[in-house]
């Protein structure tokens, strides 16, 4: 790291120091209080007991699976089961991809340049190692010399600088240009036609990339630089605009990572051989196969060895299955959350247009619609405990940042009633449902996602709850939306849609302003206001560099959300992932030092369920 000024040093250290103090404390995960505590208890080999009650708790599993003394076979083929209802986008490249399902398909065959600890921190074991100038705003980052892309072509400090001047550019289709990347000096004048360089980025040499930013933030150290380059040999004379359909992105796509593409069946399966030339070294693994897994048969591939492990598991069926004799379980908080959104505006000219006179825009409407539903009742009905009620926007993944003293909107339907009354929502003609202010029929509608046994269960319960406080919610066309299509009618701003069913992967930055932000595709709901955009921009300030003034920040940030009720915080997650007992060296979650490329299996064929 390079030499800092001694007053912006200080600031660093303290916000380190205070982060690891934070995110090592044993308190860093809460979990709901299901009548009493639970008993459930970690078995020898790693799988988790529940309770008599039927509830289960996060804290009594492992993330890590390690080898511990057991042989591993050189080479093997194992098959992951990407879960899910519907075909995966497929935008293969880390510039452009939208969706978890596709980041999911890059995981296995390409990287970022930077790598990060347990706490979120950057450190200097990634492809790149980095130096900070004096202010703070200025780093020099260093690609290894054996990072290498699949084709032998050296990964370069032009394919950084390209994949930055891609995504500032005006024909760029994708979601990347947001406030993270608008920190960067002079992108703003070159995605506005104004320049035709970006004046903060400078290629040094092959290997090296300088990159200044208009502020020193403490996000830059956790999620605040933009990570992945763009093969500039490949994409270089392409226009921008045609890159994101490109064959070399939805077939033939290209990565630094430990295996590399070899087939790729558009939406259904991916075939991956291992990159001999990987700069950590050579994946112990010939072959890995991607397939699609619907969450209907999910258990079915598991048990029978037809799929060897999986991500994102629908937590409501581990209960059933938690037994499988074939199968080990981990488990970690995961940092991510579902939410139910109010579609209160529209996205125009890249920013967010609020409109004051949207149906759900009657802020007491937002506020007695998450009294009126039980997430408690929610994560232990559906998810055993194994999910459990949100309560603010910073999830308790980030333990440092989340304010777990703030008790969101607790279940209360009388106050729900109260609210509506005091509004002026009333049921005119004494059908049971309310009216609305100018006594017209109140109809909202809820776009939901297809998926597994629950999803519609669990739609119908949140549609029940608000039918008992005198509101009249239906599914948005009767039925369910399987995922590629809800998100589109989410993004497009489908004026039928009311109120919507999502769910946040949250990133390693806590920053929330690329959800939030006026700035932010992702603000799907469009709500904005001055008091968010202040309370946005001050937790990047200098003066957030103090860890306790960013988590002050940060705190009234949660309860204007709170207040605000642009989104209500359904449930907070646990990630279950269940792995074929042949599988070894693989872990979930974030920092714990486990690479793909370590992965391995201890016998050829894959142990199936008795």
Request: aromatic share 10%; with cysteine.
């Amino acid at each position: 790291m390079g030499k800092f000024p001694k007053a912006l040093l200080a600031m660093l250290l303290v916000f380190l120091l205070a982060l690891v103090a934070a995110c090592s404390s044993d308190d860093a995960t809460t979990e709901p209080d299901a009548d009493g505590e639970t008993e459930d208890v970690e078995t020898d080999d790693g799988e988790a007991a529940g309770s008599e009650d039927g509830l289960y708790s996060i804290d009594d599993f492992t993330n890590v699976k390690m080898a511990d003394g057991e042989e591993i076979l050189d080479g093997g083929s194992i098959t992951f089961g990407l879960v899910l209802d519907s075909p995966f986008e497929g935008i293969l490249n880390w510039n452009f991809y939208q969706s978890n399902p596709d980041a999911q398909v890059l995981q296995w065959f390409d990287d970022a340049l930077i790598d990060w600890d347990e706490n979120y921190v950057m450190t200097q074991d990634g492809a790149a190692t980095y130096e900070i100038s004096e202010d703070g705003r200025t780093f020099t980052f260093t690609i290894r010399d054996n990072v290498n892309w699949h084709d032998g072509e050296p990964v370069t400090a032009e394919d950084w600088a390209f994949a930055h001047e891609v995504i500032g550019h005006p024909n760029y289709d994708g979601i990347r240009f947001d406030d993270t990347l608008r920190n960067v000096e002079g992108i703003e004048e070159y995605h506005n036609g104004e320049a035709d360089h970006i004046s903060g980025i400078e290629v040094v040499d092959e290997k090296t990339l300088k990159i200044t930013y208009k502020k020193a933030t403490p996000s830059l150290m956790t999620g605040g630089v933009w990570y992945y380059p763009l093969a500039k040999h490949i994409f270089g004379d392409m226009d921008i605009e045609d890159i994101s359909s490109s064959p070399e992105v939805r077939q033939n796509p290209i990565g630094f990572g430990p295996f590399k593409v070899e087939n790729v069946v558009p939406g259904e399966s991916v075939v991956y051989s291992k990159n001999e030339d990987y700069w950590r070294g050579e994946p112990n693994l010939d072959e890995v196969v991607l397939k699609v897994v619907s969450p209907n048969v999910v258990m079915q591939s598991l048990r029978s060895g037809e799929v060897d492990l999986v991500h994102s598991f629908p937590a409501d069926q581990f209960p059933d299955n938690a037994d499988t004799s074939n199968l080990d379980w981990l488990g970690v908080v995961d940092r991510a959350y579902t939410y139910i959104g109010f579609k209160l505006g529209t996205w125009e000219d890249g920013e967010v247009k609020t409109d004051p006179d949207a149906k759900m825009a009657d802020v007491n409407l937002r506020r007695a619609m998450w009294h009126a539903i039980d997430n408690d009742a929610v994560g232990e009905r559906f998810y055993h405990g194994l999910r459990w009620a949100g309560t603010t926007l910073i999830p308790p993944s980030h333990p440092e940042f989340h304010d777990d003293t703030n008790p969101g909107r607790a279940y209360d339907p009388e106050l729900a009633k109260q609210l509506l009354d005091e509004a002026g929502y009333e049921d005119v003609d004494g059908d049971g449902f309310r009216e609305d202010l100018e006594g017209n029929e109140l109809v909202i509608n809820f776009a939901s996602m297809s998926g597994g046994d629950i999803a519609e269960p669990l739609a119908q319960y949140y549609i029940q709850a608000w039918e008992q406080v005198g509101l009249k919610v239906q599914l948005l066309d009767g039925r369910l939306h399987e995922f590629n299509a809800f998100y589109d009618r989410v993004e497009e701003d489908d004026p039928d849609i009311d109120i919507y069913q999502g769910a946040w992967g949250v990133g390693i930055d806590v920053d929330p302003s690329g959800l939030y932000g006026r700035r932010a595709p992702f603000n799907y709901t469009r709500w904005s206001s001055e008091e968010n955009d202040r309370l946005l921009e001050e937790a990047l300030s200098e003066e957030a560099f103090d860890v306790e003034k960013r988590q002050e920040i940060y705190k009234e940030w949660q309860q204007l959300m709170v207040d605000e009720v642009p989104v209500i915080p359904t449930l907070y997650r646990s990630e279950i992932v269940p792995v074929n007992k042949r599988i070894v060296n693989w872990a979930i979650g974030d920092g714990h030092g486990v690479y793909r490329h370590e992965l391995g299996i201890t016998q050829e064929e894959p142990v199936v369920a008795e």
